[in-house]
Nanobody, 115 residues
Framework: QVQLVESGGGVAQAGDSLRLSCAASGRTFTLMGWFRQAPGKEREFVAR????????NYAESVKGRFFISRDSAKSTVYLQMNSLKPEDTAVYYCALGSSGSYEYWGQGIQVTVSS
């Protein structure tokens, strides 16, 4: 049984930083990503890491401000969010999988950025 537990969200001021964590239990994953969904909008890609390649990529809207990383020993993926903007306000979801597709999703965690 795979379980994902997200933590680290909350309320921040514009310009602040937050770090999201997603801890997985039950197995290891080769694809780890973050998505977000703002009110009234569709869920969108934020960042991902392909573990075997050490490859990361980001949505243009967060490039240079957000950084994805992982701790293989803890099967945990992180999203370091710097220079937060009000438009970063959303529910953030971690997604884990293998073979190029996401299989498991976190429950979502709220991030609210005030101006």
């Amino acid at each position: 049984q795979v379980q994902l537990v997200e933590s680290g969200g909350g309320v921040a001021q514009a310009g602040d930083s937050l770090r999201l964590s997603c801890a997985a239990s039950g197995r290891t994953f080769t694809l780890m990503g973050w998505f977000r969904q703002a009110p009234g909008k569709e869920r969108e890609f934020v960042a991902r890491i392909i573990v075997s390649l050490g490859f990361t990529n980001y949505a243009e809207s967060v490039k240079g401000r957000f950084f994805i990383s992982r701790d293989s020993a803890k099967s945990t993926v992180y999203l370091q969010m710097n220079s937060l903007k009000p438009e970063d306000t959303a529910v953030y979801y971690c997604a884990l999988g293998s073979s190029g597709s996401y299989e498991y999703w976190g429950q979502g965690i709220q991030v609210t950025v005030s101006s």
